[in-house]
């Protein structure tokens, strides 16, 4: 599964499916809001591209670590600390080609997803700058 949604995941059903023939290896990254002295933080996505990128760095994944099985769901809207944020589960025949598909999969979210972030605090809040972030600085 390929997502961004606003809804919270089910992880453990994740893993269920993940568990695919030949699966040796089931890696799990789940992403949550921190508690860097904020109350909340706000996600928005350009969703049709946001899914789009997430399909291809599944696939590019999948071929390049031998992954048996790819799941990324990203959520958005308005989260509070220690909700889910981004769950990545990926299984293969073997734990170093999970872990590095795992780790290669967060590295690109990273670098090229349209998803910003704004941390909100007791004071105004403020976008959290990145390649495809708003560069709003602090906004009260």
Request: hydrophobic letters at 40%.
């Amino acid at each position: 599964m390929i997502a961004i949604q606003k809804d919270d995941i089910d992880i453990g059903a994740l893993i269920t499916n993940a568990k695919k023939a030949g699966t040796g290896a089931l890696v799990v990254f789940d992403g949550v809001v921190r508690d860097d002295d904020i109350t909340e933080m706000e996600l928005e996505a350009y969703e049709e591209v946001a899914v789009q990128e997430l399909e291809k760095i599944a696939k590019e994944a999948a071929e390049q670590f031998r992954l048996i099985h790819v799941d990324i769901i990203h959520r958005i809207g308005r989260l509070s600390v220690g909700e889910n944020i981004l769950i990545i589960v990926v299984s293969a025949g073997h734990r170093p080609d999970a872990y590095a598909g795992s780790r290669y999969i967060i590295e690109e979210i990273k670098k090229g997803v349209p998803i910003w972030k704004k941390e909100l605090t007791k004071d105004g809040g403020r976008w959290v700058p990145g390649e495809h972030g708003h560069g709003l600085g602090n906004v009260q």
